[in-house]
């Protein structure tokens, strides 16, 4: 059912030649889109081990730094789509003060999900609030740092310095 459904959306919503039985769009793919995903899908592992390097570094050189870096358990093989770090309660700057400041330093930052799940407009008529504070302290307070297969050793080693330098705001230094 959900797959005939799909087929309906990729295809202007016709159910058969010319009958549009609901609103749909093209979302097939060309054929240039497809070489390009194709050479893309082969450098896919070389991308996920320098995303894989770039998360290591920063692990290493954010340690200290009172951010609360990415937990990967044992045996999972992360490949760091996003590295998201948590600013705790206590961190130096407030989020967006951190943003602002990684910013003036030429550091992009982004902030994916600043909206709980359960504070989302299309719950809101699901006829059931929740509280879901750890949802709430994450969504308030964490924000992804560069770690994408481009990222250079340089760059990688200039965030981590620019990260490292807002300790010494709570030093009084």
């Given at each position: 059912r959900i797959a005939e459904r799909v087929r309906l959306f990729i295809d202007h919503g016709q159910s058969r030649k010319y009958l549009h039985t609901v609103i749909g769009y093209n979302y097939r793919m060309t054929n240039i889109?497809?070489?390009?995903?194709?050479?893309?899908?082969?450098?896919?592992?070389?991308?996920?081990?320098?995303?894989?390097?770039?998360?290591?570094?920063?692990?290493?050189?954010?340690?200290?730094?009172g951010l609360v870096t990415p937990h990967v358990a044992p045996g999972v093989r992360h490949v760091y789509h996003q590295y998201v770090v948590k600013l705790p309660a206590g961190y130096p700057l407030a989020r967006e003060a951190f943003i602002s400041a990684l910013a003036e330093r030429g550091v992009g930052t982004a902030v994916h999900y600043p909206i709980p799940l359960h504070r989302q407009p299309v719950y809101e008529?699901?006829?059931?609030?929740a509280s879901c504070p750890v949802s709430e302290d994450l969504a308030a307070s964490v924000v992804s740092l560069p770690v994408h297969p481009s990222v250079?050793?340089?760059?990688?080693?200039?965030?981590?310095?620019?990260?490292?330098?807002?300790?010494a705001l709570k030093q009084g230094q």
């Open positions: 889109a497809a070489a390009i995903g194709t050479v893309q899908v082969e450098r896919l592992e070389a991308f996920n081990e320098r995303r894989i390097e770039n998360a290591r570094y920063l692990d290493r050189h954010l340690a200290g730094t008529g699901a006829g059931k609030t250079t050793d340089e760059e990688r080693a200039y965030i981590c310095d620019a990260v490292g330098g807002f300790q």
